[in-house]
């Protein structure tokens, strides 16, 4: 979050950074051309190559598939996102007053983005463990136990024990009582032992399995398997293998 700094005047193009920042880069990114968290979504930084800006302002009026329509937008505030995305240069400063916005004005935040809080050496200021995986007894909803989830390799090769990394995707558990989880920073595939956390396995993949693992059974035999497509908020490298796996002792 950066302070909008309300103003009275500003430039159509500022004004339009003021709007794209406050609405439009929690979904198409603000500083890199594509948001990490939604890697789908069109970058922005090219559509003046693809859109006219009338074509612009008729999406924003009535919006498409998954982006929502922004016609309660005055149409100064339109003609600034527009102004903004089209980089236009050369144009005066305006006066706000004179304008009749809907509400940009009043915005005392502007989103900058999704931002981590890191030490020089770019792991997480906090205290450790930056991850953690947790079993919640929902009966006497305590915590049954808590594990840091994940590594970082270069602290691990120093000695380190597992430190837990900023993690997204979900478990899956089995009936055999195994916990399976990717969704760490390490790009690995890890098996808890589901009654007491400690680790039991993990398999280093090619890039991160921010999915959550699925379970079939094939002639009474059981696999487990896992998406590694990577990238997205924790920005390692992307993927496009799925990782499958036979447990030991079925059949
Ligand atoms: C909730 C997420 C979301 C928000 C917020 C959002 N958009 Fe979108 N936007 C999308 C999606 C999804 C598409 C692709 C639509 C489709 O399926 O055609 C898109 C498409 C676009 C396109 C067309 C891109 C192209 O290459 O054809 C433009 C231009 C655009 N958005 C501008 C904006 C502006 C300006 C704002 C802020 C006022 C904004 N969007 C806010 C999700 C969003």
Excluded at 11 to 30: P, Q, R
Excluded at 119 to 129: E, I, M, Q, S, T
Aim: net charge neutral; glycine share 12%; proline share 6%.
């Amino acid at each position: 979050m950066a302070p909008s700094a309300p103003q009275t005047e500003m430039t159509l193009v500022e004004l339009g950074k003021m709007i794209y920042g406050t609405v439009c880069s929690a979904c198409h990114g603000f500083e890199k051309a594509n948001n990490p968290a939604a890697p789908s979504f069109a970058s922005l930084r090219t559509v003046k190559e693809r859109l006219t800006q009338q074509q612009v302002l008729e999406l924003l009026e009535t919006g498409r598939n998954q982006m929502p329509s922004f016609a309660t937008f005055s149409a100064p505030e339109k003609r600034a996102v527009a102004a903004f995305l089209f980089e236009e240069t050369g144009a005066g400063r305006i006066s706000l007053k004179d304008l009749k916005l809907s509400w940009a004005q009043e915005i005392p935040f502007v989103a900058t983005g999704h931002h981590e809080f890191r030490d020089p050496d770019g792991f997480p200021a906090n205290k450790r463990p930056w991850g953690t995986l947790t079993a919640i007894d929902l009966d006497r909803g305590a915590i049954r136990w808590q594990t840091p989830l994940g590594t970082y390799r270069a602290l691990e090769a120093k000695g380190m024990p597992h430190t837990g990394t900023f993690n997204i995707g979900g478990p899956l558990v089995t009936a055999g009582g195994l916990a399976f989880i990717g969704a760490a920073m390490d790009e690995r595939f890890h098996a808890f032992d589901k009654a007491t956390g400690k680790l039991l396995w993990e398999f280093q993949m090619d890039a991160g399995g921010y999915a959550t693992p699925a379970t079939y059974a094939i002639d009474g035999r059981q696999y487990v398997i896992i998406a590694a497509g990577g990238g997205g908020k924790p920005e390692t490298k992307p993927g496009n293998a799925y990782y499958c796996f036979a447990l030991a002792g079925d059949k």
